[in-house]
């Protein structure tokens, strides 16, 4: 599967901003979906996740309560709602995908990343 991530850009704090997540190639319905993300000088960390079937989520508890995983499996299309952002969630956003929901497992396909720049 091939994932493409959008929806990434430059917002002032308590903004909200959703990320996108195209996968092509398979159907999203095979795949447990994650979001991670890496700030600057720090290791890429685990954000939020779905299982296939949409039934399970889970949440860093940095954005538990701002930040919601969801898609649309018309469009195989995975999606990153992010409400209330603050500075310190500045990185650059991937989408991944792997075939078991283990949240912050190894995921086997990533996309390529979108910018989300919060400015306080």
């Known amino acids: 599967v091939q994932l493409v991530e959008s929806g990434g850009g430059s917002v002032q704090a308590g903004d909200s901003l959703t990320l996108s997540c195209v996968a092509s190639?398979?159907?999203?319905?095979?795949?447990?979906m994650g979001w991670f993300r890496q700030a600057p000088g720090k290791e890429r960390e685990f954000v939020a996740s779905?299982?296939?079937?949409?039934?399970?989520?889970a949440y860093a508890d940095s954005v538990n309560g701002r930040f919601t995983i969801f898609q649309n499996y018309a469009n195989n299309t995975n999606y990153l709602q992010m409400t209330r952002l603050k500075s310190e969630d500045t990185a650059v956003y991937y989408c991944?995908?792997?075939?078991?929901?283990?949240?912050?497992?190894?995921?086997?396909?990533w996309g390529q990343g979108t910018q989300v720049t919060v400015s306080s």
């Open positions: 190639g398979h159907s999203l319905s095979s795949y447990a």
């Open positions: 779905l299982s296939w079937d949409g039934g399970r989520t």
């Open positions: 991944a995908a792997r075939s078991v929901f283990r949240p912050q497992g190894t995921y086997d396909y």
